[in-house]
């Protein structure tokens, strides 16, 4: 009569053991074990022993499949991630429409003064040299000299003096005067634009700075509306033409590999049981029941 229980126990307990055996046997032992000098089988573990074989399938896995273009890019641009980025930048807005620190003030949460101050020096250059090269364009001269000319024209012919023929005067030594006044405006923007617009740059410059947010997100809610369309154009542009350089630079196969190898053992086996503990005990189990299974099978027959 015991035989029909014993050959059930018996059976459960052996698959127990066995299987539980297995699987500890894919992470132990962490080292290759000798007797003797011989190789003892199954050292190390299958994990540790295939650790840099996994390493590489799981970067490659993961770039290939997981971390692709086409699954990022899906991602980044879907309605709801672009809902997400319109609403943090609505939150931005919001939030600085009630502070009142300067902008200065603001952007030494983020920079430091010599960042600032680089930053500002530089914009403030290239805004100077972009305009004293458009003044100091001997063209422009002409142009200023020109204008003059046609306006001084345009008043005498429609004055009192002009009924008395002054025009015919003006224009007969227009072209002359045009020609000097032409050559004294390119030398006064030659010797005086950059230090001119320098100064205004300057002034300009240092009365932005001491804006505060509130001032500058209240009232323009135009240029707000089309910053945040040129944010969120920016970024679609960065996904969808940069992203694959970034995924190529980055080279997420490769770090993951890396981060694998570097991985102590036991860290590793840590992170995968604490993943797939339920599971692992499951598969133990389920040696017990097939070894129950058996053991009845074999007494009843």
Same mark, same amino acid.
Request: hydrophobic share 45%; no cysteine.
């Given at each position: 009569?015991?035989?029909?229980?014993?050959? &059930?126990?018996?059976?459960?307990?052996?698959?127990?053991?066995?299987?539980?055996?297995?699987?500890?046997?894919?992470?132990?032992?962490?080292?290759?074990?000798?007797?003797?000098?011989?190789?003892?089988?199954?050292?190390?573990?299958?994990? &540790?022993?295939?650790?840099?074989?996994?390493?590489?399938?799981?970067?490659?896995?993961?770039?290939?499949?997981?971390?692709?273009?086409?699954?990022?890019?899906?991602?980044?641009?879907?309605?709801?991630?672009?809902?997400?980025?319109?609403?943090?930048?609505?939150?931005?807005?919001?939030?600085?429409?009630?502070?009142?620190?300067?902008?200065?003030?603001?952007?030494?949460?983020?920079?430091?003064?010599?960042?600032?101050?680089?930053?500002?020096?530089?914009?403030?250059?290239?805004?100077?040299?972009?305009?004293?090269?458009?003044?100091?364009?001997?063209?422009?001269?002409?142009?200023?000299?020109?204008?003059?000319?046609?306006?001084?024209?345009?008043?005498?012919?429609?004055?009192?003096?002009?009924?008395?023929?002054?025009?015919?005067?003006?224009?007969?030594?227009?072209? &002359?005067?045009?020609?000097?006044?032409?050559?004294?405006?390119?030398?006064?923007?030659?010797?005086?634009?950059?230090?001119?617009?320098?100064?205004?740059?300057?002034?300009?410059?240092?009365?932005?700075?001491?804006?505060?947010?509130?001032?500058?997100?209240?009232?323009?809610?135009?240029?707000?509306?089309?910053?945040?369309?040129?944010?969120?154009?920016?970024?679609?542009?960065?996904?969808?033409?940069?992203?694959?350089?970034?995924?190529?630079?980055?080279?997420?196969?490769?770090?993951?590999?890396?981060?694998?190898?570097?991985?102590?053992?036991?860290?590793?086996?840590?992170?995968?049981?604490?993943?797939?503990?339920?599971?692992?005990?499951?598969?133990?189990?389920?040696?017990?029941?097939?070894?129950?299974?058996?053991?009845?099978?074999?007494?009843?027959?």
């Amino acid at each position: 009569m015991y035989h029909y229980f014993i050959g &059930p126990v018996v059976g459960a307990v052996i698959g127990y053991i066995t299987n539980d055996i297995a699987l500890r046997m894919l992470f132990r032992p962490h080292q290759a074990k000798y007797f003797m000098g011989i190789h003892i089988p199954f050292t190390p573990g299958i994990i &540790p022993k295939e650790k840099h074989r996994i390493a590489a399938s799981i970067g490659k896995a993961v770039s290939e499949n997981l971390m692709n273009r086409e699954v990022l890019e899906k991602s980044l641009l879907s309605d709801d991630m672009l809902s997400k980025v319109g609403s943090a930048i609505d939150e931005f807005v919001t939030t600085q429409s009630g502070n009142d620190e300067t902008i200065e003030q603001f952007a030494r949460h983020y920079l430091t003064d010599d960042d600032i101050n680089a930053m500002r020096t530089d914009v403030s250059n290239g805004i100077v040299k972009m305009i004293t090269g458009k003044l100091q364009d001997g063209a422009l001269g002409d142009k200023i000299a020109h204008m003059a000319t046609e306006h001084a024209l345009e008043k005498t012919r429609n004055s009192l003096a002009g009924r008395f023929g002054a025009d015919m005067l003006v224009q007969a030594v227009a072209q &002359p005067i045009e020609k000097i006044m032409a050559k004294h405006i390119n030398e006064i923007l030659q010797n005086n634009s950059q230090q001119m617009i320098q100064s205004l740059v300057t002034e300009e410059s240092n009365h932005l700075m001491g804006l505060t947010m509130q001032e500058l997100m209240t009232g323009h809610a135009e240029q707000v509306a089309q910053i945040k369309g040129g944010i969120l154009n920016a970024y679609r542009v960065i996904i969808t033409e940069h992203l694959p350089r970034i995924l190529q630079d980055i080279d997420i196969s490769t770090i993951i590999e890396q981060r694998i190898n570097e991985m102590d053992m036991d860290e590793a086996e840590a992170i995968i049981l604490d993943v797939m503990k339920k599971e692992l005990r499951a598969i133990v189990w389920l040696g017990a029941l097939l070894g129950s299974i058996m053991g009845t099978i074999n007494a009843l027959f």
